[in-house]
T-cell receptor, first 112, second 113 residues
Framework: GENVEQHPSTLSVQEGDSAVIKCTYS??????FPWYKQELGKRPQLIID?????GEKKDQRIAVTLNKTAKHFSLHITETQPEDSAVYFC???????????FGKGTMLLVSP | EAGVTQFPSHSVIEKGQTVTLRCDPI?????LYWYRRVMGKEIKFLLH????????ESGMPNNRFLAERTGGTYSTLKVQPAELEDSGVYFC???????????FGPGTRLTVL
C-alpha cells in the first residue's frame, strides 16, 4: 500500500520567513495530494491540494509543488505569520479510491 | 453550511468498557470516512462508507471495532471492549463524491485507562 513520509517533524521560523515542508510517497498510482492544517484543538482543514496533471499550484502565500518522477511534493509558505502556527499534514490518494494516506505531520511554530 | 460534527468531543473510559462515537456528515455527502490518530503518529484510515454501504474497511484494526451507517446519514463507531491501545483521536470526514475534498470533523479524543 501507499506510504507517505513527511519532514521535518517540527519547524520553527521567525515571522516573515519562509517555511517548506516536504513529503514523499511510494505508490506511483497516487495522483491527488492535499495538505491539511490543524490548529490546536481544531479540526484538520484543507488549505491547498494538487493533482498530478500539474506541477505547481499557488494560493496567496501558500504553494505546493509536485515532482511525479521523484514522487515528492512540498508545501511552501511565504511571509509566515504567527497564525500559521499549526500542525500540517500532507496526504496522497488515488483518484476514485478516496482513501487518504497521511504523513505524520509537521508542527510549524512561527515566532513573532 | 454546517460542517461535519462529532460526538462526544472527549471520552474517558476504563479498559474493557464499550464506547460509541458518532459522526454527522455534511448534508448530502454520500461518502463518509473514519480515521484515527494515535498520539504523535499519522492520521490513519479506518473505513469508508458510500451511503449505507461499507466501501472499504481495510483499515479497521480488529473485530473490536464496529462501524455502522444505517440509513446512509450519520455513522457510529463502536469499540467493544476497549483496550489501552485504542486511545487516540478519532476523526470523521465526508465528501460529496469519491475523490472530492474530504471535510473533517473536530474529532473525538478517546482515552482508555
Amino acid at each position: 500500500g501507499e506510504n507517505v513520509e513527511q519532514h521535518p517533524s517540527t519547524l520553527s521560523v521567525q515571522e516573515g520567513d519562509s517555511a517548506v515542508i516536504k513529503c514523499t510517497y511510494s505508490d506511483s498510482a497516487s495522483n491527488y495530494f492535499p495538505w491539511y492544517k490543524q490548529e490546536l484543538g481544531k479540526r484538520p482543514q484543507l488549505i491547498i491540494d494538487i493533482r498530478s496533471n500539474v506541477g505547481e499550484k499557488k494560493d496567496q502565500r501558500i504553494a505546493v509543488t509536485l515532482n511525479k518522477t521523484a514522487k515528492h511534493f512540498s508545501l511552501h509558505i511565504t511571509e509566515t505569520q504567527p497564525e500559521d502556527s499549526a500542525v500540517y499534514f500532507c496526504a496522497a490518494s488515488i483518484s476514485g479510491y478516496s482513501t487518504l494516506t497521511f504523513g505524520k505531520g509537521t508542527m510549524l511554530l512561527v515566532s513573532p | 453550511e454546517a460542517g461535519v460534527t462529532q460526538f462526544p468531543s472527549h471520552s474517558v473510559i476504563e479498559k474493557g468498557q464499550t464506547v460509541t462515537l458518532r459522526c454527522d456528515p455534511i448534508s448530502g455527502h454520500d461518502n463518509l470516512y473514519w480515521y484515527r490518530r494515535v498520539m504523535g503518529k499519522e492520521i490513519k484510515f479506518l473505513l469508508h462508507f458510500v451511503k449505507e454501504s461499507k466501501q472499504d474497511e481495510s483499515g479497521m484494526p480488529n473485530n473490536r471495532f464496529l462501524a455502522e451507517r444505517t440509513g446512509g446519514t450519520y455513522s457510529t463507531l463502536k469499540v467493544q471492549p476497549a483496550e489501552l491501545e485504542d486511545s487516540g483521536v478519532y476523526f470523521c470526514a465526508s465528501s460529496h463524491t469519491a475523490g472530492d475534498t474530504q471535510y473533517f470533523g473536530p474529532g473525538t479524543r478517546l482515552t482508555v485507562l
